[in-house]
């Protein structure tokens, strides 16, 4: 049966891509200062209006204590209580140690995860990249823990077999958030924003009187927020972006800068276009006083430019605070609103789109989908042909997209790769590696056959979906081989780790010749 990753995200097609004129009524430096200011007014607002709704102490996990407002409780809607610990961490605290550009960047990468297992799986090819890409700064897998024991078992995981990859490995461990609405559901996407507040809080240092620019000597740090199933394939440094039209969305409503700065976030474009506003409801989500919100102002340029981003994100931990914080209020009520997967994500753009943070929205930070031709990296390698797509080096860096996301199946005759095809014990030492496609895949193949069938059922694909399934085979596979040779180098003493490429999907990857002649 074909798995098409029902719980990825899977972009969705044809964004309208900004085309309107409008907007473009402050310079930059206006807009960055009215940023900050609203910022600190959201935060001063947050912390005098919604002190009460504290409620419900949720978490069993001693790491923190937690607190959330329900949506079916008394606090005025959009109230979702903050977590309050009003903490001096930081004696330097006004010192901004780090430069927002060139080689002292400060970056932190983080993606939140569960705690079990089975997530370590993705979360250690995710380690595995940051180490072969070189990405600099720190890197963190934030993990929301459902008790101790479960957390201890991560903790020993991290020691024994990410530890030793970096000193800048690093993990994070939470409550777990999953279950904060009282429907007795659990809904396991609650985690990223709360758990990655967690993070900002607990790690970072960071209260909600950390309202200016300097307050928190953290603020000129770079944070991206990444999914685990992604692999960074270049890395992010220097905070400089490359300035190619084919990188990001056009932009009437501001500049497209070359990099991240206070009051100028970035994300990738996922193509769910302006659905973040249009299907929730945003005056239930802040508080009265914040009425009428800019989400409700603001014009249909400013909408659809800014806000329609996914991971990665992007922006200065100073503005990242500020979006993670509204981002886990808003969250649990827009699934009210829309009890759906991409709810977490449209949280996400509500909250960005309220604290007036418009981001530089990128097609070119991504590749996922092989259909999503318009909304993704795959035109940076329009010029490479379906075999330079196999043939290891013949792609420049600077046409690299730098993260490839693996939520769905990539598939070109007998080859096909999915991340629920992997089995947990692919990173182990008795199974063996995957088998590599052959460089000539894409001119071979206009078609791929289902797996897990009885009869050999071909399919055919169409001519602009090939270049992309050949590129996502020919790398995705080599990327899981690396990592999980490295494991074996690393983890199997005394025992012969079994390196043998016969990991597939069909007994015999031969195609037969007739399958050919009606193409
Ligand atoms: C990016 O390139 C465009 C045109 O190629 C140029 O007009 C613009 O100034 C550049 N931006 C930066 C930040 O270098
Ligand atoms: C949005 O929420 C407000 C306040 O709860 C409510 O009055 C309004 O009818 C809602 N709008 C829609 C379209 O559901």
């Not at 927020?225 to 039209?245: E, G, H």
């Not at 409503?253 to 996922?270: C, S």
Request: charged letters at 20%.
């Amino acid at each position: 049966m074909v798995r098409r990753a029902n719980n990825s995200r899977r972009q969705l097609k044809n964004p309208r891509s900004g085309g309107q004129k409008g907007g473009g009524l402050l310079t930059s430096t206006q807009f960055m200062m009215l940023t900050v200011g609203f910022g600190a007014l959201f935060l001063a607002l947050n912390i005098y209006h919604l002190m009460p709704a504290a409620g419900l102490v949720l978490n069993n996990n001693p790491v923190a204590s937690t607190t959330t407002a329900d949506e079916g409780e008394s606090p005025p809607p959009g109230a979702a209580a903050q977590e309050r610990k009003i903490q001096s961490v930081d004696s330097s605290v006004g010192a901004l140690s780090s430069p927002l550009r060139g080689d002292g960047v400060q970056y932190h990468v983080v993606f939140s995860t569960g705690c079990s297992p089975k997530q370590n799986f993705q979360s250690y090819i995710f380690f595995f990249h940051a180490m072969k890409s070189q990405q600099p700064g720190k890197v963190t897998r934030i993990a929301a823990c459902e008790g101790d024991t479960e957390a201890d078992a991560l903790r020993a995981h991290h020691k024994e077999f990410v530890e030793p990859m970096s000193p800048n490995f690093l993990l994070h461990i939470t409550p777990d958030y999953s279950r904060i609405k009282k429907d007795g559901n659990t809904y396991h996407y609650f985690n990223k924003p709360f758990s990655t507040h967690h993070w900002m809080e607990n790690a970072l240092g960071y209260t909600p009187k950390h309202k200016n620019v300097g307050d928190n000597k953290h603020d000129n740090a770079i944070v991206i927020l990444c999914d685990p199933d992604q692999v960074i394939m270049r890395p992010f440094t220097k905070n400089t972006f490359l300035n190619n039209s084919k990188v990001w969305m056009k932009r009437t409503t501001h500049p497209i800068i070359d990099h991240v700065d206070h009051g100028a976030p970035a994300g990738q474009l996922y193509g769910f276009q302006d659905q973040w506003k249009t299907k929730t409801n945003i005056t239930r989500y802040v508080p009265k006083d914040e009425l009428p919100s800019y989400v409700q102002t603001m014009s249909d340029a400013e909408m659809r430019e800014n806000y329609a981003v996914g991971p990665p994100y992007m922006a200065t931990a100073h503005d990242f605070y500020t979006i993670v914080t509204r981002w886990k209020d808003f969250v649990p009520l827009v699934h009210d609103d829309y009890p759906h997967l991409l709810a977490e994500m449209f949280g996400y753009c509500l909250a960005a789109a309220h604290s007036r943070l418009p981001h530089q929205v990128a097609k070119g930070f991504m590749i996922s989908d092989v259909a999503s031709f318009g909304n993704e990296g795959w035109p940076m390698m329009e010029k490479y042909t379906v075999r330079d797509v196999c043939t290891p080096g013949a792609i420049a860096p600077q046409d690299t997209p730098n993260i490839l996301h693996y939520c769905q199946r990539y598939t070109l005759g007998k080859f096909v790769i999915g991340k629920h095809r992997i089995p947990l014990t692919f990173l182990g030492c008795e199974d063996p590696l995957l088998t590599e496609p052959p460089p000539d895949i894409g001119e071979r193949f206009n078609f791929f056959f289902e797996p897990d069938r009885k009869e050999e059922v071909k399919k055919n694909l169409p001519q602009p979906v090939i270049k992309p399934n050949a590129y996502m085979l020919c790398h995705l596979i080599p990327y899981l081989n690396e990592a999980a040779t490295y494991w074996k180098d690393h983890h199997c003493e005394g025992k012969t780790p079994n390196k043998e490429k016969t990991l597939k999907w069909f007994d015999n990857m031969e195609v037969a010749p007739h399958f050919f002649e009606d193409n």
